[in-house]
Nanobody, 123 residues
């Protein structure tokens, strides 16, 4: 069982930056691939980024490549999402998720989810 708690969301102007954190409970955090997803009332939950258990492989949706960076610190049981050059269309509720399988881009591939942290980007 893994419990995930996101933090770091907030209101930021377009062009600004935020860093999201996701703290995980449990002693086996380093064996899970991790992902970040986001959702708005108008859209289904969509993939943002994923990172392998070791941190050696990362994946991004095209619209955030070059602006967002996913990373993890297995000693702190935490995964991060650094978001730069934010745009109004990045506004969403951001979730982190964990999987004991190879992390992918589909929500159904992830077993554990946090409650989400709201990111709002004003124009």
């Amino acid at each position: 069982q893994v419990q995930l708690v996101e933090s770091g969301g907030g209101l930021v102007q377009a062009g600004g930056s935020l860093r999201l954190s996701c703290a995980a409970s449990g002693r086996t955090f380093s064996s899970y691939a991790m992902g970040w997803f986001r959702q708005t009332p108008e859209k289904e939950r969509e993939f943002v980024a994923a990172i392998s258990w070791s941190g050696g492989m990362t994946y991004y949706r095209d619209s955030v490549k070059g602006r967002f960076t996913i990373s993890r610190d297995n000693n702190k049981n935490t995964v991060y999402l650094q978001m730069n050059s934010l745009k109004p269309e990045d506004t969403a509720l951001y979730y982190c998720a964990a999987t004991s399988n190879v992390g992918g881009s589909l929500p159904g591939e992830y077993e554990y989810w946090g409650q989400g942290t709201q990111v709002t980007v004003s124009s």
